[in-house]
């Protein structure tokens, strides 16, 4: 067998490695580069329909959040409204009793007030009589004697007007 | 993980074999065909046959049939490393395999633009050539790489790619550009453009042997020196060249294996670099923006 | 004939010493290369990938000359004393 130089140049053995370099390179695409680059796609379709489902969901549980929020806002306001409603209502009632305990008790009042008006007449006349007894019984003893009826009433009528005169001041 | 059936374990068995085999087969012929050298001896590939071919004979050597068997390899690998492939990526060697693909992407990318990202696989399958091809002197069966005729053609198939890029341009520019800072500089640039792959061929080519070479020249040097130096040895010792045990083993890590994957990215980088060099991306939109422009014109002229 | 093939098999063995003398300049390129890329990880580690990367490219290419050298070293002891010498049977055999 023969040996070839160190440096030999022949056309025909370089275009055959020409040839083997674009063999590999076209098994290496058809091989390796496009099963590798096509399931690098696929997974990053994958991946991204993961994200956009995902993004999908967020953006659907923002929504309810939001409308449930909406939905908590407005109950708190129709629970307000209830219960300022029913704080007018129990403020009127409030007000319309006050106003009929003032009416009434004005009414004890006057009422008390006109009792102890014709209590006092009562008592006055009462004393009125007894002072005239008592007042005719003292003169009778006083004097020691009658007195004319007559006499005897003016007497007395001018002292109960002095006294009651006195009384009424 | 999930489990593996066994048809899918059978398909990868055969997968690896048949990576394996092909360097058997190599080793298998190199002993059958090359006779035992004494001494120093640097020869260039071992002829196998010759084809009668029109201007020069078509040389059939080991080169030759290494570079095929490193297709073949390199062809099964592929499959092996893209077999069970899922979307989960449910194997390791589905991360090697993407990490291949995206690692040799981003450097087309960075290296070269978005034009030419159908460069990738091309990249890919050149470092993988020469990459193997230089590795293959681990088994102790001829580098492919150390014959300049192999890597003249990967060299050649460069300066194919890098005139067809430039007369991407149109062939007026393509001429024109040889004459470019100055008229008299034109034999100047010819022998510039003519140097690329003659200095790529030669580069690769060179590192390579010169690796080979030292191997060689080392491994020599010891068996003489064990012979001299343990020669007093009883019986039979003194003809085993005890240091040539583990020594060359050392230098061949870095001239076999560093050596020859930092030329394989060399060679691809500057196959990125010449290439995308030669394509002027601006020339090459106004030209096309004229003929779109020309068409228009010419479609209102037929209405 | 023998003065012949000795001047061929030495001149050509010169020839191969002489070229590898080509091997210093790639030398300094590359050690200063290597120094500019060390200063540069020292002042910005974090760049210390692209840093290298691209240093080995430019020491990659820095070796072109040396190994242009390398090959011309190499042609002139395995390849051209052959040529040579059948050359000169050629001749001087004609004789």
Not at chain 1, 136 to 160: C, P, W, Y
Not at chain 2, 271 to 282: I, K, L, P, R, S
Request: hydrophobic content about 50%; charged content about 20%.
């Amino acid at each position: 067998m023969q040996n070839l130089d160190v440096i030999s140049v022949n056309i025909w053995q370089m275009l055959a490695s020409l040839a083997n370099l674009v063999i590999i390179f076209l098994l290496v695409k058809k091989f390796l580069y496009k099963p590798v680059k096509k399931m690098l796609e696929t997974r990053q379709n994958a991946i991204q329909s993961d994200y956009d489902a995902a993004r999908d969901a967020k953006n659907q549980a923002l929504a309810d959040k939001d409308a449930y929020e909406e939905k908590l806002r407005s109950a708190k306001a129709e629970a307000d409204d209830v219960i300022k409603s029913a704080v007018n209502v129990a403020s009127q009632r409030e007000k319309e009793i006050i106003a009929e305990a003032k009416v009434r008790a004005d009414g004890i009042v006057r009422q008390a007030e006109n009792d102890a008006v014709l209590e006092r007449k009562k008592a006055e006349d009462g004393i009125k009589k007894e002072i005239v007894e008592v007042s005719s019984l003292l003169t009778e003893k006083m004097l020691g004697r009658e007195v004319s009826a007559a006499d005897h009433q003016n007497f007395i009528d001018s002292f109960i007007e002095s006294i009651g005169e006195d009384d009424a001041d | 993980m999930k489990k593996t059936s066994l048809r899918f374990r059978i398909v990868d068995a055969f997968y690896i074999a048949m990576m394996i085999i092909p360097f058997i087969a190599g080793i298998v012929l190199k002993v059958l065909t090359k006779p035992a050298s004494e001494g120093i001896n640097i020869t260039g590939a071992q002829i196998y046959f010759t084809i009668p071919m029109p201007l020069q004979d078509f040389i059939v050597t080991e080169s030759q049939i290494n570079s095929l068997l490193v297709t073949v390899v390199i062809l099964f690998f592929c499959l092996f490393m893209t077999h069970g492939l899922t979307e989960k990526c449910e194997l390791k060697r589905q991360h090697f395999a993407e990490l291949i693909v995206e690692k040799v992407d981003g450097m087309v990318n960075e290296n070269m633009g978005e034009y030419f990202m159908a460069f990738s696989p091309f990249i890919i399958g050149m470092m993988a050539l020469s990459g193997v091809s230089s590795l293959i002197t681990l088994f102790g069966l001829y580098p492919p790489t150390s014959d300049i005729n192999i890597v003249g053609g990967w060299a050649v198939l460069v300066f194919i790619l890098i005139t067809y890029y430039k007369m991407k341009c149109g062939p007026i520019n393509y001429l024109k550009s040889f004459t470019q800072p100055v008229a008299l500089l034109t034999p100047i640039n010819l022998i510039g453009e003519i140097a690329t792959p003659v200095s790529m061929a030669f580069r690769h080519y060179g590192n390579v042997l010169s690796g080979s070479v030292i191997g060689v020249l080392i491994a020599t040097a010891l068996g003489s020196l064990s012979s001299k130096l343990l020669g007093w040895l009883p019986g039979f010792l003194a003809d085993i060249p005890l240091l040539q045990v583990g020594i060359p083993a050392v230098l061949s890590l870095y001239f076999d294996i560093f050596s020859g994957l930092l030329q394989a990215f060399i060679f691809a980088m500057l196959t990125m670099m010449y290439v995308a060099g030669a394509f002027d991306a601006d020339t090459y939109r106004k030209i096309m923006e004229k003929k779109k422009a020309k068409k228009v014109k010419k479609h209102a002229g037929v209405e | 004939m023998e003065l012949a093939l000795g001047i061929i098999l030495g001149c050509c063995a010169l020839g191969a010493g002489l070229a590898m003398i080509a091997g210093i300049g790639p030398g300094i390129g590359e050690g200063n290369a290597v120094a500019s890329a060390c200063e540069a990880i020292a002042r910005q580690p974090e760049s210390k990938g692209s840093v290298t990367t691209t240093m080995l490219m430019g020491c990659a290419i820095a070796e072109t000359t040396g190994l242009y050298a390398l090959v011309i070293a190499i042609l002139l002891i395995f390849v051209a004393p052959n040529i040579l010498v059948d050359i000169l049977v050629s001749t001087i055999g004609a004789l």
